[in-house]
């Protein structure tokens, strides 16, 4: 049973900083493309950023690029999600997810795997 865990969200100030964390179990880690997303209240699931199975190769929405870092430890079965000069139009649950493909993609449907989400606010 394929399970992601996301942990670290929280309130933080304007221009504060979160480093998200999701620990995925039941897959075969170095496998999948990892992605992490977002949804704020009434909008749709957008994409934030994405890593190659192998960690080398990343992407980023343009709204997150140059503030948001995605890495992930295939050691561990872990990647993260560190913000940086947080806004408060950052605000929303995020969620990781697992594609099985060395490749990454910005698309949700590409990804199997979903965890429940952690919650982060922006307070202005």
């Known amino acids: 049973q394929v399970q992601l865990v996301e942990s670290g969200g929280g309130l933080v100030q304007t221009g504060g900083s979160l480093r998200l964390s999701c620990a995925a179990s039941?897959?075969?880690?170095?496998?999948?493309?990892m992605g992490w997303f977002r949804q704020a209240p009434g909008k749709e699931r957008e994409f934030v950023a994405a890593?190659?199975?192998?960690?080398?190769?990343?992407d980023y929405a343009d709204s997150v690029k140059g503030r948001f870092t995605i890495s992930r430890e295939n050691a561990k079965n872990m990647v993260y999600l560190q913000m940086n000069s947080l806004k408060p139009e950052d605000t929303a649950v995020y969620y990781c997810?697992?594609?099985?493909?060395?490749?990454?993609?910005?698309?949700?449907?590409?990804?199997?795997?979903w965890g429940q989400g952690t919650q982060v606010t922006v307070s202005s």
């Open positions: 039941g897959l075969t880690f170095s496998s999948n493309a």
């Open positions: 997810a697992a594609a099985p493909s060395v490749s990454y993609y910005r698309e949700p449907y590409e990804y199997d795997y």
């Open positions: 890593v190659s199975w192998s960690g080398v190769m990343a």
